[in-house]
């Protein structure tokens, strides 16, 4: 069962960065995508971004310019650097993980908080 630890949540002011973080219990061998979404209170749970097991990347419009994902060389690892962060970008922050057989697993949520 693939496992997923979330760190890196925080608490920021309007402009500044943070960068979190998302390792897999499983290794790239059993991976298609990874990747980070979001959802504030009283929202969807919405993507944020993906990478691709080849290294594709998708972006939610209202992140881009802003936020970058990438994975480590082994692939188990993904994070998001968050810049220019916005009150809009408050949510809590799932990882996300989609396996060979199409199957997909949640993180249990980092909050991120943006204050104006």
């Known amino acids: 069962q693939v496992q997923l630890a979330e760190s890196g949540g925080g608490l920021v002011q309007t402009g500044g960065s943070l960068r979190l973080s998302c390792t897999a219990s499983?290794?790239?061998?059993?991976?298609?995508?990874m990747g980070w979404y979001r959802q504030a209170p009283g929202k969807q749970r919405d993507l944020a971004a993906t990478?691709?097991?080849?290294?594709?990347?998708d972006y939610a419009d209202s992140v881009k310019g802003r936020f970058t994902i990438s994975r480590d060389n082994a692939g188990n690892t993904v994070s998001l650097q968050m810049n220019n962060l916005i009150p809009d970008d408050t949510a809590v922050y799932y990882c996300?993980?989609?396996?060979?057989?199409?199957?997909?697993?949640w993180g249990q949520g980092t909050q991120v908080t943006v204050s104006s």
């Open positions: 996300y993980l989609k396996d060979f057989q199409r199957r997909e697993f």
């Open positions: 990478i691709a097991l080849g290294g594709l990347t």
């Open positions: 499983r290794s790239i061998f059993t991976i298609i995508s």
